[in-house]
C-alpha cells in the first residue's frame, strides 16, 4: 500500500524567508512518481511537478527548488525568498504508475502555508 | 480551450436527495477520474475511467456511482445523499494513455471543484 505523509499541518512564516516543505512517501514499487500540487485560497489544484523514482536528481524552478531522496523516501519542497502569494495548502502525491496511474494519485493531508507580510 | 471543467460549482441538498456531478474535458484525454476533498483528509479518489467505456472504484466508492459518457464526459452521481458526502469534489484527466505517460509534465489536470453541503 502507498503512503504519503506531510507531517507539518501549518507554517507561518514571513515573508522572504525560505521554507521548506516535508514530505515522506511509503511504496512497495521500485518503480514510482511523485508529485507536488498547490492549492491556492480559490481553490483549483495546481501542478508544480512530477519526479520519477529513476531520476534523483534535484530540480529548480526559478524560487522553487525539490530534494529527492530515495534512501530517505522524502521529495521535499523548499520555496526560497517566499511571497504572501506563496500562501497556500501545498499537496505531495505519489502514483506507482506515469502520469497519476489507472488508480489515481495517492495524496498527503498537505501542508497549509502562510506567508506573513 | 477550457480545460477541465465541473458543473455545479456549490450544491447543498438534503439527506436522500440525489445529483449528478457532471466533468468535460476538451482535451481530448483518455483518463478521467473523481476525488473528494474533506478538510485535513487530502484528496481520496473516488472512481476512475481509463478508457471511454471503463470505470473502475478507488479508495472510497460507497454511495456513489459514475457514468463514463463519452471520452468527454465522467459523470459522479450520489443516489441518496448523506452528510457524509459534505465535501468539495474534484474531477481530473491525464492527456495521454497511461502506458504512453512517462513524460515530466504527465499528471492528472484538476477541474475547479465542486463544493457540496448535504444537509
Known amino acids: 500500500a502507498q503512503k504519503v505523509t506531510q507531517a507539518q499541518t501549518e507554517i507561518s512564516v514571513v515573508e522572504k524567508e525560505d521554507v521548506t516543505l516535508d514530505c515522506v512517501y511509503e511504496?512497495?514499487?521500485?518503480?514510482?512518481?511523485l508529485f507536488w500540487y498547490k492549492q491556492p485560497p480559490s481553490g483549483e489544484l495546481v501542478f508544480l511537478i512530477r519526479r520519477n523514482s529513476f531520476d534523483e536528481q534535484n530540480e529548480i524552478s526559478g524560487r522553487y527548488s525539490w530534494n529527492f531522496q530515495k534512501s530517505t523516501s522524502s521529495f521535499n519542497f523548499t520555496i526560497t525568498a517566499s511571497q504572501v502569494v506563496d500562501s497556500a495548502v501545498y499537496f505531495c502525491?505519489?502514483?506507482?504508475?506515469?502520469?497519476?496511474?489507472?488508480?489515481?494519485?495517492?495524496f498527503g493531508k498537505g501542508t497549509h502555508l502562510i506567508i506573513q507580510p | 480551450n477550457a480545460g477541465v471543467t465541473q458543473t455545479p460549482k456549490f450544491q447543498v441538498l438534503k439527506t436522500g436527495q440525489s445529483m449528478t456531478l457532471q466533468c468535460a474535458q476538451d482535451?481530448?484525454?483518455?483518463?478521467m477520474y473523481w476525488y473528494r476533498q474533506d478538510p485535513g483528509m487530502g484528496l481520496r479518489l473516488i472512481y476512475y475511467s481509463a478508457s471511454e467505456g471503463t470505470t473502475d472504484k478507488g479508495e472510497v466508492p460507497n454511495g456513489y456511482n459514475v457514468s463514463r459518457l463519452n471520452k468527454r464526459e465522467f459523470s459522479l452521481r450520489l443516489e441518496s445523499a448523506a452528510p457524509s458526502q459534505t465535501s468539495v469534489y474534484f474531477c481530473a484527466s491525464i492527456p495521454r494513455p497511461l502506458k504512453l505517460a512517462g513524460g515530466p509534465t504527465d499528471t492528472q489536470y484538476f477541474g475547479p471543484g465542486t463544493r457540496l453541503t448535504v444537509l
Open positions: 511504496t512497495r514499487d521500485t518503480t514510482y512518481y
Open positions: 482535451m481530448n484525454h483518455n483518463s
Open positions: 502525491a505519489l502514483s506507482e504508475s506515469p502520469g497519476g496511474g489507472a488508480d489515481g494519485l495517492t
